[in-house]
């Protein structure tokens, strides 16, 4: 279509509580869209024409999550790493979400993004986090930080009706680890494929820290099957009002049929924060 007017909110009301040390958070809503034109399929070319009737769609998704913390402290200490004393946290969590009323199928709509997509569907989330803690900083002014801090999420769509018919059951983990003050590792968002195997997506990103004005960052995103990227950058913060940025995004791969190498983005950015007007 060449132009099309859409109106989208969406609206939640949750109850949270807590029970025997366990918190829940039960939670209901209601999101509306309207567009000004809907899909209209050509008989003759079978292209979509983009002009067919305005339409309305009421969704309304249903859930709860409920999590809770189980903590131990150690008396480790570790010079090199900076470690006065570990704090284990556990923190295992469950969430069931669902949408069973969706007033428009989405084929039925010009598709834009995410939001044109929405359809019925329900999952289940099992996740399971562990933290590792210790305080660090001058005497008077420790702050809480993770040493490392390693988590994974199972995500299971039963059924094969709406969109769960076009997604798999996949194994989502994380990893962070902050060995010292200036440097820092992380891997996260990244998913392992349940009906075929192997990993469908996985990012990695180093971080070195000098001094606090100062940082410099490298790091990875590989999609199954469709693109792999680095990416180089750096910041400077000379005062609290000015900071410089400059980043490089290289592709060794763009999508399933175009494998040149290329660039994909380059940038400087200068920052200037200016003074809080407050009323």
């Known amino acids: 279509p060449e132009e099309t007017i859409r109106f989208d909110t969406y609206n939640m009301i949750n109850a949270p509580f807590g029970f025997m040390g366990q918190r829940f958070n039960p939670f209901i809503g209601i999101r509306l869209t309207g567009y000004s034109e809907s899909i ?3 008989p003759v070319t079978g292209r979509n024409e983009g002009s067919g009737t305005a339409r309305g769609r009421v969704a309304i998704p249903v859930g709860i999550n409920t ?3 189980l903590s131990r402290t150690y008396s480790v200490y570790n010079k090199l790493l900076s470690i006065n004393r570990l704090r284990h ?3 295992p969590k469950l969430s069931l979400n669902s949408i ?3 007033t428009q199928d989405p084929e039925k709509l010009n598709q834009f993004d995410g939001i044109d997509a929405i359809d019925t569907y329900q999952s289940i989330k099992l996740g399971l986090s562990n933290r590792l803690q210790t305080k ?3 005497p008077g002014e420790e702050q809480t930080v993770n040493v490392v801090d390693i988590g994974s999420e199972l995500t299971l769509f039963p059924g094969n009706a709406g969109l769960n018919r076009k997604r798999d059951d996949y194994m989502g983990w994380y990893l962070k680890v902050n060995p010292s ?4 590792f992380s891997t996260v968002g990244n998913e392992i494929n349940l009906r075929r195997g192997g990993v469908d997506i996985f990012n990695t990103n180093i971080t070195y820290m000098p001094s606090p004005r100062l940082s410099f960052s490298t790091g990875n995103r590989y999609i199954d099957g469709n693109s792999s ?3 180089l950058s750096t910041q400077i913060t000379p005062n609290e009002k000015w900071s410089v940025s400059i980043s490089q995004q290289y592709a060794f791969k763009t999508d399933v049929t175009d494998k040149d190498s290329r660039s994909l983005y380059s ?3 200068v920052t200037r924060l200016f003074h809080d007007w407050i009323a």
Do not use: A, L, P, Y
């Not at 003050?181 to 820092?184: G, K, R, Y």
């Open 40 to 42: 209209k399929i050509d």
């Open 67 to 69: 999590s809770t913390k």
């Open 89 to 91: 946290v556990i923190e």
């Open 100 to 102: 069973q009323f969706v």
């Open 136 to 138: 660090r900083g001058k």
């Open 181 to 184: 003050d200036n440097v820092s």
């Open 229 to 231: 990227t680095v990416f």
């Open 267 to 269: 940038g400087v950015n």
